[in-house]
Each structure stands twice: as structure tokens, then as C-alpha cells.
């Protein structure tokens, strides 16, 4: 039998609602992150035909210019979409446990509420203001850690951009 090769494929897309404000903090050499959770809701029918809702409660990191991006624009409950990839992470917890947590290390992120203007008497915050207080920025993207893709998963992801 032929030698499969499996495709090293990471990719989400979810999109949700923040369920608290953003944690931001930097690293011991001064790189920016941000963690926070979103709440993604699914609609279905159950077997007696009725609507339920289901939720799935994921979390998210980012890093560098996307997590300066978020620490000014979400707070709890900004409609966020979210491209990025999983990744596992494990830590000690006080009590000596080791804890294994699966997250979204963001690397693309659609601010989906529209923003106040700035100099709008009321305040800064994300609000459903109306279609002339839009950004232009809605959309950050994080290509840092794109240098380790090879030049053939790079062409590839600019093949898609266009």
C-alpha cells in the first residue's frame, strides 16, 4: 500500500458573542495577547419538531496587533467572527494539577458591531449605531506566524486572498 500523506490542515471558522470582556496582558518580553471566550449558538429542530438552541462556549487567544485590535474594539457581548487555528495548551493549576485546555489562536477577526464615532458625546464603546458611524476597520488580520508556512502553503493561501 502507497505512503498516504495526511494533510496538515488546522482550521476553524465561528462565529459568536463575547461572554466577558477581554483579558489583555503582555508576555515578559512585551508581546501583546489577548484571551477571551465567545459563545456560539446553534438552532435545531428536535424530534417533536421544536426549536432548541444549543451553545458552544470556545475559547480564544491573540496575539501582537490583533490582540492590541481587540483590547480596543470588543467588549462583553461584541459579535465576533473568528478564522484561525486550534491549538492545545497545558498548565499546572494551584493545586499541582496539570489541565490540558483547547482554544482558537485567532488569526483573522470580523468586529461585526459598528462603532460609535469618536467624537460622539456618548462613549467609545461597540454599539449598534447607524450605517454612517461604520469603521473601515472591521476586519484585523495576524500574518505572524505565516513565516512558517512553506512557499507552497503560502502560494496557496495568497492563491485564495485573490
Not at 4 to 17: F, R
Not at 26 to 36: A, K, L, Q, W, Y
Not at 42 to 66: H, T
Not at 104 to 131: H, M, V
Request: net charge negative; aromatic share 6%; charged share 35%.
Amino acid at each position: 500500500m502507497a505512503d498516504l500523506k495526511m494533510p496538515e490542515l488546522n482550521n476553524v471558522i465561528v462565529a459568536g458573542n463575547l461572554t466577558k470582556d477581554p483579558v489583555f496582558r503582555e508576555t515578559s518580553n512585551n508581546t501583546p495577547v489577548v484571551n477571551f471566550h465567545i459563545a456560539a449558538n446553534r438552532r435545531y429542530k428536535d424530534s417533536s419538531n421544536q426549536w432548541q438552541e444549543d451553545v458552544c462556549y470556545v475559547g480564544v487567544v491573540a496575539w501582537n496587533k490583533l490582540a492590541d485590535s481587540c483590547r480596543d474594539r470588543l467588549r462583553k457581548g461584541s459579535a465576533v467572527l473568528i478564522d484561525g487555528e486550534l491549538q492545545s495548551r497545558t498548565f499546572r493549576t494551584d493545586d499541582g494539577r496539570n489541565r490540558t485546555i483547547v482554544e482558537i489562536k485567532a488569526k483573522r477577526i470580523q468586529f461585526l458591531n459598528k462603532l460609535s464615532k469618536p467624537d460622539s458625546p456618548e462613549n467609545d464603546d461597540i454599539s449598534s449605531a447607524d450605517d454612517d458611524n461604520t469603521s473601515d476597520d472591521s476586519s484585523y488580520e495576524d500574518n505572524s506566524f505565516d513565516k512558517f508556512l512553506t512557499d507552497e502553503e503560502s502560494d496557496l493561501i495568497n492563491d485564495n486572498k485573490k
